[in-house]
């Protein structure tokens, strides 16, 4: 059973750090980039970050960029999204998802995980 399980969301302050965690499991990880999204109530869902599978090419979205980190451990089938200088229009579900290639948007990931839950209080 193909599984993706993100975890580290939380309630912080503005300007406080969370650590996002997506772990993997019932796929080979490593043939697979992974991306992170989020989606806030009322709004579309949105690519943050995304990290392919073994050269490590990375992307931020704009609104992200070095504030948060994206990094993969395919020895754990992890990935995990350090997210500094937080901001309330952070606040959002984050979403982990997998896909083959280099996908972009959200139809082109083949596996999603539940969601969790960041809210940046202000």
């Known amino acids: 059973e193909v599984q993706l399980v993100e975890s580290g969301g939380g309630l912080v302050e503005a300007g406080g750090s969370l650590r996002l965690a997506c772990a993997a499991s019932g796929f080979t990880f490593e043939d697979y980039a992974i991306g992170w999204f989020r989606q806030a109530p009322g709004k579309e869902r949105e690519g943050v970050s995304f990290i392919s599978t073994r050269d490590d090419t990375t992307y931020y979205a704009a609104s992200v960029k070095g504030r948060f980190t994206i990094s993969r451990d395919n020895a754990k089938s992890t990935v995990a999204l350090q997210m500094n200088s937080l901001e309330p229009e952070d606040s959002a579900v984050y979403y982990c998802?997998?896909?083959?290639?280099?996908?972009?948007?959200?139809?082109?990931?083949?596996?999603w995980g539940q969601g969790t839950q960041v809210t940046v209080s202000s």
């Open positions: 998802a997998a896909g083959e290639g280099y996908p972009v948007q959200p139809y082109e990931y083949d596996y």
